[in-house]
C-alpha cells in the first residue's frame, strides 16, 4: 500500500500517521487518532456533520485526503473550550436547547466558531446563512441561530 | 374507571416547568457522548451486509467462496446460516401479541429478493474496508422478476404477488351514521383527492451498533434504538434464551421512528455468535438511504359534506398506502390514518376505508407521526376549501366543528380530556398578526392555517406498561434507572425535573441511567410519543412511593407528623421551620431497614380490541391537538414557495421542561416544512433514485423561517402532571397549512406533495403541457 508520512497539528498537539494517501481526514481522524468527536452524517461533503478546521477554515473531514493537512493545523470540538472550561458558544449551545440528539453539534459549533471569529457581529440572517453547510434534523435551526446569537450579542455588549 | 388525579397547580412545581438545562446537552457540546459508532471493543471486526440492487428477482446461485477466500475475512453468512431466518416486525415482546397483524420479514433473502437493497448476505472482516472488498467478491446470480410499483396496481388482479398470500397486507373500516345518505343530501360536498409521497427520517447519526459477548456468555449489543426490547428478537433468530441476549442503547443521534424498527442488531447478533468476537457495523448514509424502510405514501380520496352555515355532516375518506415489500408496521401506521382521519372535527356520519398494498418499493414503517400525520393534509385541504364555498372565515370554520372534551371520535371513543382545537387554531392564526406584504410585483403573499390530531401513547389493546427505579444514596443524591431509550428529545433530562420534583432536591443532584435491557427495568419504546407520558408516569409514581418511606423516618427524627412535612432544597422540612437533611434521613433508614428506594411499574388504562367499524371503544389513551398558521410568499414567476411566518400552537398538558417542548415544536414544525416543501425518496420501477443526502434534501436553516411556538398548558393530559406528548404533533399541520396558504396568495389548490416550484408552476400555467 502507498503508504506516507504526514504531520500535522491536532489540538495543538504534534501528530504523525502513516497511512495510504486515499484516506480521509475523517476516517484518520477517527479510526487512527480516535478523535471520536468529530461524527460522520453522509461521507459525501453535504451534511457538515464532520466539520473541522483546517488551519483557521472550516472544512468537511470526509472530503479532505490526508495528503492536504501535511503541516497544517486541525482544529476539533476538542480544541474550543480552555481545559475543563466550556467555550461560550458551548455554553450558549447547551443552556439555549440547542443540542437535541446532539450528533452535529460538534461540527454545528466548530462552523459558528469560525464564522463569529471573523464577523463578530451578525445579523440573525447573516448567522442562517453562515450555518446552512450544517444540518440538524432535531431543532429546526432556531435554538441553533439563538445560541449563536447571544455568544456574539454578549461580545458586543463587552465592547 | 381510571382513578381521577389531580395534579398540583403550576405555581406550587418547583423543578417541573423550568427550562433546565439537559444534562446530555453539557455532554453533547463538549462531544463527550459516546453514540454507537463511537464504541470500540478490543479485537473488533467489522461487519458490512450485501444488498440486491434489484427490486424484484429470484436468487439463482450464491458463491460466497471468493469472498471467503480473502485473508482477513472472518465470516460470510448467507440464509441458510441464520439458525431462524424470520424476524416478526409487530410490536416488540412487552406487550401482548397483535395476532393476524404479525409480519414476517427475513433476516437474509431466501431464494427471493422483493426490494432494492434487501439484505442478501453478512460479511465481517479485520477492516470495514475488508469487509466491504469481500461483499463485493461474493457471487450472486439474480434472475430478475416482474414486479408492481403502485399499490393501485398491485391490487389490480393478475398483479404480481410481492408475496404468496397476494398484496392486499391489510385493510381498516371505519363507518359511524349513514355517510351516503348525509352526502346525498347535504347543502354542500367537497370533493378533493391528495397524493402524499415517500420520504425517509433521515437522522444525522447513521443506523450503528456494536456487539460482543460478555465474560457471562451473554451477548450484548450496543446499539443506536428506540428499542432495546428488540434483544428478544436478536435471540429468536439465533435461538437463544431471552435473557441471554442484552440491549443497550446509548443516546441516539435521531430517531424519528427509524429505529423503531430492528436495524443492524440481528446482523451483529449472527456475526458475532459466528465469529465469538466483537463486531461493529455502521451503515453508511447511502445505504440508509437506500435500504431503511420509509414514510408510507398515501393516496387520500376525500368528500366531505357541510351545511350552508358551515356545519360538517358528513367525511367520507378512501385511503390506499403503499407498504413496499414487507409488512414492518405497516397494518398499525394505516390504523391510526384510518382512526384519525376524519380529522379533529365532530362528525356525525362518518366512513373511512383504509387499504394498504404490497409492491417492490422499499419498505415503509413508523415515522414521526405515524399515519396520522398523513391525513391533516386530507381534512385541513378539505376544511380550507370548504371555508372558501361557504365564504366563511378559515378560523370560524373549524372553531364551529372543533372537537371537545365530551365529544366522541368516529370510533366512539369519547374524549375525556381537554381538546384544545379551537383554542390553538384561534391563538395560532392570531399570532401571525398584521399580513405581510410581498417583496416585488412578481410575488404574492398567503396565510395559511391546519389544525391536527395525533394519538400519545400505544394502542391500549397493546396493555402499555413502564417501569422505573428510583433510590437514594447515602449521601443524599438520587439514583434513577428506567429503560427508557433517550433519541435527544430530553426524555432522561425530563425524568430527572420529575424526579427533583417529587424528592425536593436541585436536579443536578440526580444521576439517571437510561436503556439497559439488562440493568434498567423496562420502560418499553420511545415512540408513539409515549415516553415521557409512560416513564414519567412511572418514575412520578416510584418518586412518590420513596417521598412517603423517606418522609415516614423524617417525621420519626423531627417528632412531626410525615403528613405535613415537605422535601425541599435536599431536606425534610417541618411547617415551622426544623429540618433534617436527606443525608441523616438515609442514615436512619439504613439503621431502622427502611428501604431508600421503590420500584414502579405505570400501566396505561387499557382495553380489548375493537372492532372499528362497530366502533364503541378506545383505540389510544389519548391525543394531542394543536394548530399551525403560516404566512408564505410565492413567486408568480417561478412557482418558488417560500414561508415567511410560521406559529406552532399545541396543547401539552404541562411542559415538564418548557425550553424542550419548543424544541419538539420547532423541529418537528421544520421537518414538517420539509417533507411540505422539498423532501422525497424518488422512485423509478422501485430503484431508489434518492440515495445521496445531495439528492434527497432535508431542509437547510436557509429553507426555513424561524418557527414560533406557542405553547398551551391546559394541564388535562394522561401523562405526569398532566403533560401530553408532544414529539410527534408538531410534523402534522405544516405541509396542509403551506397548501392553504398558497391557495390563499394564488388561488391554486396543490394536492400533491412536496410542493416543488414545479407543482406550483404547473399549477400557475406557467408550463405549457405537451
Sequence with gaps: ?159 | MARQVLHPPKERLRVVGQSVTRHDAVDKVQARTLYAADWEMPAMLHGVVLRSPYPSARIRRIDPSPAQALPGVAAVLLAPDVPHNTLWTDVPGQTSEVGALRARIHVLADGLVRYQGEPVALVAAETRDLAQQAAELIVVEYEPCAGVFDPAAALQTGAPNVHDEGNLLASWRIRRGDPEAALARAAVVVEGTYRCQFIDHAYLEPESGVAWIDSDGVLVIRVSTQVIEHFRAVAEVLGLPHNKVRVIGPYVGGGFGGKEDVTVEVFLGLLVWRTRRPVKMTWTRQESLLARPKRHPFVLRYRTAATREGELVAQAVDLLADSGAYAYLSALVLMYAAVTAAGPYRVPHVSVQARVAYTNNPPTSAMRGFGAMQMVLGYESQMDRLARRLGIDPVDLRVRNALVKGDRLPIGQELDTHAAVAETARRAWEALGPRPSASTPAHRVGRGLACNMQPYGRIVWLHDWASAWVGFEMDGSLVVRTGTPDVGGGQASSLCQIAAEVLGLDVGRVSIHIADSALTPLAGTTTATRQLYMSGNAVLQASTVLRQQILEVAARMLETPAAVLEMREGAAVAPHGPRVALAAVMKECARLGVSRSALAVYHAPAGDPIDLERGGGRVFPDYSFGAHAVDVEVDTETGHVRVLRHVACHDVGRAINPQSVEGQIQGGAVMGLGYGLMEEVVLDRGVNLSTLFATYLIPSSLDVPDVEPLIVESGEGKGPFGARGIGEPPIGPPAAAVANAIEDAVGVRITELPITPERVARALGLFRDP
Design chain 1, 1 to 159: 500500500m502507498n503508504e506516507r508520512a504526514i504531520t500535522f497539528t491536532l489540538n495543538g498537539r504534534p501528530r504523525e500517521v502513516q497511512v495510504p494517501a486515499h484516506r480521509t481526514l475523517l476516517d484518520v481522524l477517527r479510526d487512527d487518532l480516535g478523535a471520536l468527536e468529530v461524527k460522520e452524517g453522509c461521507g459525501e461533503g453535504v451534511c457538515g456533520t464532520c466539520t473541522v478546521l483546517l488551519d483557521d477554515e472550516p472544512v468537511s473531514a470526509c472530503l479532505v485526503l490526508i495528503p492536504r493537512v501535511a503541516g497544517r493545523r486541525i482544529t476539533t470540538v476538542r480544541g474550543l473550550g480552555e481545559g475543563e472550561a466550556l467555550h461560550p458558544l458551548q455554553e450558549a449551545f447547551a443552556t439555549h436547547g440547542a443540542a437535541q440528539c446532539g450528533f452535529c453539534i460538534p461540527g454545528m459549533l466548530l462552523t459558528a466558531y469560525a464564522y463569529l471569529r471573523d464577523h463578530p457581529t451578525p445579523s440573525r440572517e447573516e448567522i442562517r446563512r453562515a450555518i446552512a453547510g450544517n444540518l440538524c434534523r432535531c431543532t429546526g435551526y432556531v435554538k441553533i441561530i439563538d445560541a449563536i446569537a447571544r455568544v456574539a450579542e454578549g461580545r458586543a455588549g463587552r465592547g
